[in-house]
């Protein structure tokens, strides 16, 4: 209940909804241009479409990071002043940055549908959905209360993101930039988010089965950010009224 | 635990004051801590309260005595570092009016926002919606954003909202001072209304009279410590001496 209610709040603020979509849009823009058609990173079919799946999940991965770290600072004067469960803050910026990803993702998507087909694969797409919201969840608590006692963890997550999309696999697959086993394993699966984007893009834009390793994976990571996130969100909610 | 019952046993809450209370991850990753600065005020030292559903107690004292802490606590936001503190059934709590309103959004939504912070089911409030729009005296402005509204009509809903949220127990810090003398009386009369209904009350006040008035029993607290717990006459006569405020 309050959830909802804190949702409809934090959506009526986002009035400019429209910016949503346009802010990847241009990103993209800005990214074939350079990836593309200065630097040829990769080439793949509807490299437009390829970029744009990537960059939708990274989009909703970094901004809900970056504005679930401040939330709970923010709603500070709730937090001194009232009892409620306090994880509804970061999850209610989740879910805003939720709604925005889905609606940009159905527009690529359809775009997709349309230019590419459908593969049977789509059927996955929402379990694939679910474990990147349960990951992005689990980690924003951690981010939201993290920050709450340390302010250094906003900033660090902001200089940490940048170098982090490049290292992400959003605008070139690992094999288009490295014939070295070693390195293209790191890139698939030491960063975490690589397995959500190469599996989603494979439902959507690949129109292919994605590996079972990688959808275990995916599965896995989400199970374990969640169980983190709440845990710890849990165990350090009890003082925030005090330190916010 | 019945409704409406509250208990505070043994409380006791230390509060660190440093005004620089950010701990950085820095200081953590070397096990640094600030040396020096003032050392922590204990709050509340080993309080024990024992308020039967129904009562009517208001809690004075000094600045800084531990009031407004022995609320906090009782109400879950601050937790004790030893000790109990519980209260039965629904709580209401009147920290600050207006905490948590949508300064975007018109009356109702933040009708609606703030009574759903409360745990309200939105039938309940939908029950209520005339009820507290009526209370307001908002008139037309329930229409409007609030930010547009001045900071009287921003309390007056505030106390609206709170006093129609079905409550065994309301606990209430500085906050009846609100609107012009008509509203303020309003308020207090609402205040009887419930407490008529059964419902529990604990008022934090620096209003002598106000007190006097509203409760019957007055626990003085001083220094994080009980002074006094007694009938509200006797209290009163005993806050006063502490004050230095004798008259008569």
């Known amino acids: 209940m309050v959830r909802r209610e804190l949702r409809r709040k934090y959506q009526g603020s986002a009035l400019g909804i429209a910016w949503y979509v346009v802010n990847p849009l241009v990103l993209m823009g800005a990214y074939y241009l350079m990836f593309g058609v200065v630097f040829k990173v990769a080439e793949h079919e509807d490299y437009p479409l390829f970029l744009m799946v990537g960059l939708v999940v990274w989009v909703f991965f970094s901004q809900s990071l970056l504005s679930a770290a401040p939330a709970?600072?923010?709603?500070?004067?709730?937090?001194?002043?009232?009892?409620?469960?306090?994880?509804?803050?970061?999850?209610?910026v989740v879910t805003v940055q939720a709604v925005t990803f889905l609606a940009v993702l159905a527009v690529v998507a359809v775009v997709t549908f349309a230019l590419r087909g459908v593969g049977a694969s789509v059927v996955l797409a929402p379990v694939l959905l679910a474990a990147l919201f349960a990951f992005v969840l689990g980690l924003s608590l951690l981010a939201?209360?993290?920050?709450?006692?340390?302010?250094?963890?906003?900033?660090?997550?902001?200089?940490?993101?940048?170098?982090?999309?490049?290292?992400?696999?959003?605008?070139?697959?690992?094999?288009?930039?490295?014939?070295?086993?070693?390195?293209?394993a790191a890139l698939e699966w030491l960063n975490p988010v690589a397995p959500f984007i190469t599996s989603i893009r494979d439902v959507?834009?690949?129109?292919?089965?994605?590996?079972?390793?990688?959808?275990?994976?995916?599965?896995?990571?989400?199970?374990?950010?969640?169980?983190?996130?709440?845990?710890l969100f849990r165990r350090m909610e009890a003082e925030l009224a005090v330190v916010v | 635990m019945r409704p409406g019952e509250i208990a505070l046993d043994c409380a006791s809450r230390a509060f660190d004051i440093r005004g620089d209370r950010g701990r950085t991850l820095k200081e953590l990753l070397l096990g640094r801590r600030h040396a020096g600065g003032p050392p922590p005020v204990q709050a509340l030292n080993d309080v024990t309260l024992r308020i039967e559903p129904g009562e009517t107690v208001g809690i004075v004292g000094r600045n800084g005595a531990g009031k407004s802490s022995t609320l906090r606590a009782l109400a879950g936001i601050v937790p004790l570092d030893s000790g109990r503190a519980e209260?039965?059934?629904?709580?209401?709590?009147?920290?600050?009016?207006?905490?948590?309103?949508?300064?975007?959004?018109?009356?109702?939504?933040?009708?609606?926002?703030?009574?759903?912070?409360?745990?309200?089911?939105?039938?309940?409030?939908?029950?209520?919606?005339?009820?507290?729009?009526?209370?307001?005296?908002?008139?037309?402005?329930?229409?409007?954003?609030?930010?547009?509204?001045?900071?009287?009509m921003f309390v007056r809903l505030g106390f609206a909202i709170a006093a129609h949220i079905p409550a065994d127990v309301m606990l209430i810090d500085e906050v009846l001072a609100v609107g012009d003398e008509a509203f303020q009386r309003k308020c207090e009369q609402r205040i009887a209304e419930r407490v008529q209904d059964g419902v529990t009350l604990v008022l934090v006040s620096h209003d002598a009279a106000l007190v006097e008035r509203t409760c019957e029993r007055v626990v003085v607290l001083d220094g994080g410590a009980v002074a006094f717990d007694g009938p509200a006459a006797d209290g009163m006569a005993h806050y006063h001496e502490m004050m230095g405020t004798v008259t008569a």
């Open chain 1, 204 to 231: 959507i834009w690949g129109g292919v089965w994605p590996s079972a390793p990688t959808v275990l994976y995916v599965v896995a990571a989400a199970a374990l950010a969640l169980a983190g996130g709440a845990a």
């Open chain 2, 87 to 152: 209260c039965g059934g629904r709580v209401v709590t009147l920290l600050e009016l207006g905490a948590g309103f949508g300064r975007d959004f018109d009356g109702r939504e933040n009708i609606l926002l703030n009574g759903a912070l409360h745990g309200m089911t939105r039938a309940e409030i939908e029950d209520r919606m005339d009820a507290i729009v009526a209370f307001s005296e908002l008139g037309e402005f329930i229409e409007v954003p609030v930010k547009t509204y001045s900071s009287g």
């Open chain 1, 72 to 92: 709970l600072l923010d709603q500070g004067s709730l937090i001194r002043k009232a009892r409620f469960p306090r994880e509804t803050i970061p999850a209610a």
């Open chain 1, 144 to 184: 939201s209360v993290t920050h709450a006692y340390f302010r250094d963890v906003a900033p660090i997550l902001a200089a940490v993101l940048l170098p982090w999309f490049f290292l992400s696999p959003i605008f070139f697959t690992p094999d288009d930039i490295t014939n070295n086993d070693g390195a293209r």
